[in-house]
């Protein structure tokens, strides 16, 4: 059985990240995916449930790795793919990023 801290903490995580969060920020701007830098999503997008992509995009000039992420409200898993699509398309070749 759950505890009743457990409980009541995961529901502020919910209404934080859902919420208040993502889905607050795709209301205020009228959209319904959102992009951030990669893995700067992670906790919020993990807590709430929602559908995550990554997009590697190439490497920065001390040759690192970066990219993106797009999310979007939990459910919309085939929204994320698509605009995913759509940016890959777009991006076209890409760096590849050699240790």
């Known amino acids: 059985m759950l505890s ?3 409980v009541a903490e995961r ?8 919420d208040d969060g993502i889905d607050a ?4 701007g009228a959209v319904q995916v959102l992009l ?9 997008t993990g807590k ?3 559908p ?3 997009i590697p995009l190439g490497v920065d000039a001390d040759g690192l ?3 993106v992420t797009l999310f979007a409200a939990r459910g919309a898993d085939a929204l994320v793919l698509q605009a995913g699509a759509w940016i890959e398309n777009l991006i076209g070749e890409r760096m590849h990023w050699q240790p």
């Open 4 to 6: 009743a801290q457990y």
């Open 11 to 18: 529901q502020r995580d919910i209404v934080l990240s859902r």
């Open 25 to 28: 920020a795709l209301a205020a």
């Open 36 to 44: 951030a830098p990669m893995s700067a999503a992670a906790k919020c």
């Open 48 to 50: 709430a449930g929602a």
């Open 52 to 54: 995550v992509l990554a």
């Open 65 to 67: 790795p970066f990219g």
